[in-house]
């Protein structure tokens, strides 16, 4: 988990497993630090227009740039990174049709993106007076001059 805040984003990738630039995954973390990345790919001799896909980990190092970007405050990172992570994780070994023109892993990481972005917002209304309050306990202790508060 990052302690200065929670990334989600999806990366665009170089040539992994022969998707040249057109490979994705969606990953939690920091870019360039500590990543968690799951993707989506086809099962070899499954057909590529009409096969078998599974989702496995993917913490590609050629990253190119990311297309689709959260970014959460520190105040949430713990709670909210635990939850991501456990989420992507709880996808790997899931298996699903695949189709290299409508259902690959491009279509797989940016559909999770979505996911965990609504996710995201229901857990700010969830958690929406806990929220407040730390803040407002922040807000409190920089006032007395308690310098910076940590959660």
Do not use: W
């Not at 989600?8 to 990738?13: E, F, S």
């Not at 499954?46 to 190092?61: I, P």
């Not at 635990?82 to 989420?87: C, D, L, P």
């Amino acid at each position: 988990m990052d302690a200065i805040g929670t990334d989600v984003y999806v990366y665009n990738n170089l040539n992994i497993h022969g998707g040249l630039f057109f490979h994705q995954n969606i990953v939690d973390g920091i870019p360039g630090g500590s990543e968690y990345g799951i993707s989506f790919g086809l099962i070899t001799g499954t057909g590529t227009f009409s096969g078998k896909g599974v989702v496995y980990l993917d913490n590609g190092e050629t990253h190119l740039y990311s297309s689709e970007r959260l970014r959460l405050p520190a105040l949430l990172a713990v709670p909210f990174d635990a939850y991501v992570q456990a989420y992507l994780s709880s996808l790997v070994g899931k298996t699903g049709h695949y189709n290299v023109l409508t259902n690959n892993c491009r279509d797989f990481s940016q559909s999770q993106f979505r996911k965990i972005k609504k996710m995201y917002n229901q857990f700010l209304q969830n958690n929406y007076f806990l929220i407040q309050d730390i803040m407002n306990m922040q807000q409190d202790n920089m006032l007395l001059g308690g310098g910076e508060f940590t959660v």
